[in-house]
């Protein structure tokens, strides 16, 4: 499992631009479906088992990143704009590489000054490109990923995009030990574009009209030094989400992960948060509604370059997700 979490928190996919990402999970998860079909706006649906309850799990492959907006002349020098919820103070001094390869250099203006103590906008901020020519000939229009390879401490993985990749990975997993048997009509659908506003997932349920829907994704602890007020603890077990601030997980569907946990022996805690939404909360408003909620897997420093996950939570996630998908739902 580490290795795929390699792979795919290492490629390349800011919202919009989740081809490289699809083509890797398809890969994947080739011959643990019995449909696999791409959306028109990018969404990967594989369907394992049919005629059962519809139940439709979404994890996003996309990963927060920049756009190039403007190239100041003759310079090297790119002016952006933000995909996703980017954080300013993780900015200065981090690297971003654009689809080609072309690695790009993040400044601020006046480091050692007013962006000292305070936090500058994003137009305080450039992405250096050049490479000792003229810096001509870079075109504005191009996106970036932030550029970072995943490492280890112990069973603490360290990596950029664990949001969601992550999420990608526990339904890769839970996939691959269901071997194409569930009672259900299960949908896995790793979505594009949540990062930009849950852009994604909403067709995606409209277009599988599911009876009920889980989405992975990580969550924020609260277990920093002075952390925020957050229940969730890194190393604390499948986080089984009751509310966040775009969804309010039906009490039938959180019981039902709670009893499954408990059932199977697989540590668990429940999951407020108060910065932050999933697929789910796209899901839940599709046609004449479906009941969502959402496993998450704990994670610190979200939206940084060094999002920390710990690989027992993972595991289970995995766990959990599969016994919910192999008995009786809710609804
Ligand atoms: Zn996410
Ligand atoms: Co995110």
Same mark, same amino acid.
């Given at each position: 499992?580490?290795?795929?979490?390699?792979?795919?928190?290492?490629?390349?996919?800011?919202?919009?631009?989740?081809?490289?990402?699809?083509?890797?999970?398809?890969?994947?998860?080739?011959?643990?479906?019995?449909?696999?079909?791409?959306?028109?706006?990018?969404?990967?649906?594989?369907?394992?088992?049919?005629?059962?309850?519809?139940?439709?799990?979404?994890?996003?492959?996309?990963?927060?990143?920049?756009?190039?907006?403007?190239?100041?002349?003759?310079?090297?020098?790119?002016?952006?704009?933000?995909?996703?919820?980017?954080?300013?103070?993780?900015?200065?001094?981090?690297?971003?590489?654009?689809?080609?390869?072309?690695?790009?250099?993040?400044?601020?203006? #006046?480091?050692?000054?007013?962006? +000292?103590?305070? &936090?500058?906008?994003?137009?305080?901020?450039? /992405?250096? %490109?050049? $490479?000792? =020519?003229?810096?001509?000939?870079?075109?504005?229009?191009?996106?970036?990923?932030?550029?970072?390879?995943?490492?280890?401490?112990?069973?603490?993985?360290?990596?950029?995009?664990?949001?969601?990749?992550?999420?990608?990975?526990?339904?890769?997993?839970?996939?691959?030990?269901?071997?194409?048997?569930?009672?259900?009509?299960?949908?896995?659908?790793?979505?594009?574009?949540?990062?930009?506003?849950?852009?994604?997932?909403?067709?995606?349920?409209?277009?599988?009209?599911?009876?009920?829907?889980?989405?992975?994704?990580?969550?924020?602890?609260? #277990?920093?030094?002075?952390?925020? +007020?957050?229940? &969730?603890?890194?190393?604390?077990?499948?986080? /089984?989400? %009751?509310? $966040?601030? =775009?969804?309010?997980?039906?009490?039938?569907?959180?019981?039902?992960?709670?009893?499954?946990?408990?059932?199977?022996?697989?540590?668990?805690?429940?999951?407020?948060?108060?910065?932050?939404?999933?697929?789910?909360?796209?899901?839940?408003?599709?046609?004449?509604?479906?009941?969502?909620?959402?496993?998450?897997?704990?994670?610190?420093?979200?939206?940084?370059?060094?999002?920390?996950?710990?690989?027992?939570?993972?595991?289970?996630?995995?766990?959990?997700?599969?016994?919910?998908?192999?008995?009786?739902?809710?609804?």
């Amino acid at each position: 499992m580490k290795s795929l979490i390699k792979t795919l928190v290492e490629a390349w996919g800011p919202s919009g631009y989740e081809h490289h990402v699809r083509a890797l999970i398809e890969k994947e998860v080739e011959g643990l479906a019995d449909e696999i079909t791409v959306d028109p706006l990018g969404n990967l649906i594989c369907r394992v088992g049919q005629g059962g309850r519809k139940i439709m799990v979404a994890a996003h492959m996309d990963e927060i990143g920049i756009m190039a907006t403007f190239v100041e002349k003759k310079s090297g020098y790119v002016r952006f704009a933000a995909i996703g919820g980017l954080l300013h103070t993780t900015l200065a001094g981090n690297r971003v590489r654009f689809e080609d390869g072309t690695l790009g250099v993040i400044g601020v203006q #006046d480091a050692f000054g007013a962006a +000292k103590t305070s &936090v500058p906008n994003l137009d305080d901020f450039y /992405i250096d %490109v050049s $490479d000792g =020519g003229d810096g001509q000939g870079f075109e504005p229009g191009r996106p970036a990923a932030f550029s970072r390879e995943m490492q280890e401490r112990g069973a603490r993985l360290i990596a950029k995009s664990m949001d969601d990749r992550i999420g990608c990975v526990v339904a890769i997993e839970a996939m691959r030990r269901l071997k194409r048997a569930t009672p259900h009509e299960v949908y896995f659908v790793f979505t594009v574009q949540e990062e930009v506003g849950i852009r994604g997932a909403r067709p995606a349920a409209y277009r599988i009209d599911p009876d009920l829907a889980i989405a992975l994704d990580v969550t924020s602890t609260g #277990d920093q030094i002075k952390g925020d +007020k957050l229940v &969730v603890r890194l190393g604390g077990g499948a986080a /089984i989400k %009751v509310h $966040d601030t =775009g969804l309010v997980v039906p009490p039938a569907i959180r019981d039902w992960m709670v009893a499954r946990a408990e059932a199977d022996g697989i540590p668990y805690q429940l999951e407020l948060l108060n910065l932050g939404t999933t697929d789910a909360a796209g899901i839940q408003t599709a046609r004449e509604g479906v009941p969502s909620g959402c496993i998450s897997i704990p994670c610190r420093y979200v939206h940084t370059t060094s999002e920390t996950v710990d690989l027992g939570d993972v595991e289970a996630c995995v766990a959990l997700l599969t016994s919910l998908l192999t008995n009786d739902v809710p609804v």
